[in-house]
Every structure is written in C-alpha cells, then in structure tokens.
C-alpha cells in the first residue's frame, strides 16, 4: 500500500518532467527567433502558451527595443563608440540566448531579464 503512494508521486514527478522537456522542444524554434531582430514577435504571437519560448521572446523584445534606440539616437563621434558598444552587447546577449534555447535552457539577461519578467502578455 505504501509503495503505491510513493509510486504515484514518483510517476507525477516524472510525467511533469516529461511535459516540461515536450514544452521546451515544441519552443526551441521560437524561443531561437526571438533573438532575431523582428522576429521577437513570432514567440510573443504564436507561442503565448509556452512558457519556455514566451520568456525568450520577452527578452528578445527588450533587446529589439534597445537596438532600435541605439540606431534612433545615434550622436555624433563619443555617442557612436558608446551605441556601437550597445549594439555589440545586444548582439552578444541575442548569441548567447539561441545557444541557450538551442540547449533547452531558460537564461535571464542581466537587468534585461528582469525587464522580460514584467511584461504581461
């Protein structure tokens, strides 16, 4: 009688583990385009019900956003070196996030994730 308690809890745990690697496999793709300019919004469209792809699409949308104002709001000579610094940080952080989501981990951004946390979708 005990080992069947046990048991099922054990089977629990192993088919929330199961259903948690289904979800991050069915995000990869997502989860990849997000850190693509443009593309962020496929994971925050299409896949609003994974939240594996739905955390790197939120990242990946402040990064857009971040790159978008580096190129908005360019300055002349110091402002260029310090948004191309911006940009090469954001092209850094998009890299790492599909190597991340290529091996089905969850990575938080520094500040930036944080940032992704908040947004309600």
Not at 1 to 8: C, H, K, N, R, S
Not at 30 to 54: Q, S
Not at 68 to 81: C, E, M, S, W, Y
Not at 95 to 101: E, H, K, L, Q, R
């Amino acid at each position: 009688m005990t080992e069947q308690i046990f048991g099922t809890g054990e089977t629990n745990s192993e088919t929330e583990e199961e259903q948690r690697k289904k979800m991050i496999e069915e995000g990869k793709g997502a989860a990849i385009l997000g850190y693509i300019p443009f593309m962020c919004f496929i994971p925050l469209i299409r896949m609003r019900d994974n939240p594996f792809a739905l955390k790197h699409g939120k990242q990946g949308l402040i990064l857009f956003i971040i790159e978008i104002a580096a190129v908005i709001f360019l300055l002349p000579k110091i402002g260029d070196l310090i948004w191309t610094m911006v940009i090469v940080l954001c092209l850094g952080c998009a890299v790492a996030g599909i190597f991340f989501a290529l091996q089905g981990q969850e990575w938080k951004i520094p500040f930036i994730g944080d940032l992704g946390d908040k947004i309600k979708i």
